[in-house]
Antibody, heavy 118, light 111 residues
Framework: QVQLVESGGGVVQPGGSLRLSCGAS????????MHWGRQAPGKGLEWVAF????????YYVDSVKGRFTISRDNSRNTLYLQMNNLRAEDTAMYYC???????????WGQGTMVTVSS | DVVMTQSPLSLPVTLGQPASISCRSS???????????LNWFQQRPGQSPRRLIY???NRDSGVPDRFSGSGSGTDFTLKISRVEAEDVGVYYC????????FGPGTKVEIK
């Protein structure tokens, strides 16, 4: 079945870096765009970034532009989110989500928690 | 940037009774291909979100038919015909026409 598994979360100090990964299985990864979303503790969902199926185009929410980079390795069926210069307000559960022709986030992962704290 | 609003933000419901959630976008959501990319998601306590509805009114596979979506322009609605205990959670609308934006969420709880 279609499955997304995130990893790489943890506790990091303000100004630090972290790289999240999302492993995909059960579908042809290279055919689909992919998203990252996040949810701060007790708060709502926020879209973070998107990458096209071939990596040709990338889009970001304004609050992470210049600090986060979305990328993918289609040979490894893996999506990444490189997060630099982390801030306390980046503390959240980070989810990867699959895009589809009919709309975004038809499949979600279980999430990986990122905590930015000194 | 497109702003999504939802009302109410909290919705106490009686089991077996209908429920309705409104979602409004700050801009029209018709994409260049003629489609409206408006989705609805359910997030049960302690779980990842799950998509229920795509393109305004299409139910995802496995979604009970008591869930329905409607709307046009900038106003959209998610309806639950008869609320069941498993429907407790937070419901989000999301637009995917102008990049992607989630609404603030509506918490559905049993009275």
């Amino acid at each position: 079945q279609v499955q997304l598994v995130e990893s790489g979360g943890g506790v990091v100090q303000p100004g630090g870096s972290l790289r999240l990964s999302c492993g995909a299985s059960g579908f042809t990864f290279s055919h689909y765009g992919m998203h990252w979303g996040r949810q701060a503790p007790g708060k709502g969902l926020e879209w973070v970034a998107f990458i096209r199926h071939d990596g040709s185009n990338k889009y970001y929410v304004d609050s992470v532009k210049g600090r986060f980079t979305i990328s993918r390795d289609n040979s490894r069926n893996t999506l990444y989110l490189q997060m630099n210069n982390l801030r306390a307000e980046d503390t959240a559960m980070y989810y990867c989500g699959k895009d589809a022709i009919e709309g975004a986030f038809d499949v979600w992962g279980q999430g990986t928690m990122v905590t930015v704290s000194s | 940037d497109v702003v999504m609003t939802q009302s109410p933000l909290s919705l106490p419901v009686t089991l077996g009774q209908p429920a309705s959630i409104s979602c409004r976008s700050s801009q029209g959501l018709v994409y260049s291909d003629g489609n409206i990319y408006l989705n609805w998601f359910q997030q049960r306590p302690g779980q990842s979100p799950r998509r229920l509805i795509y393109k305004v009114s299409n139910r995802d596979s496995g979604v009970p038919d008591r869930f329905s979506g409607s709307g046009s322009g900038t106003d959209f609605t998610l309806k639950i015909s008869r609320v069941e205990a498993e429907d407790v959670g937070v419901y989000y609308c999301m637009q995917g026409t102008h990049l992607w934006t989630f609404g603030p969420g509506t918490k559905v709880e049993i009275k």
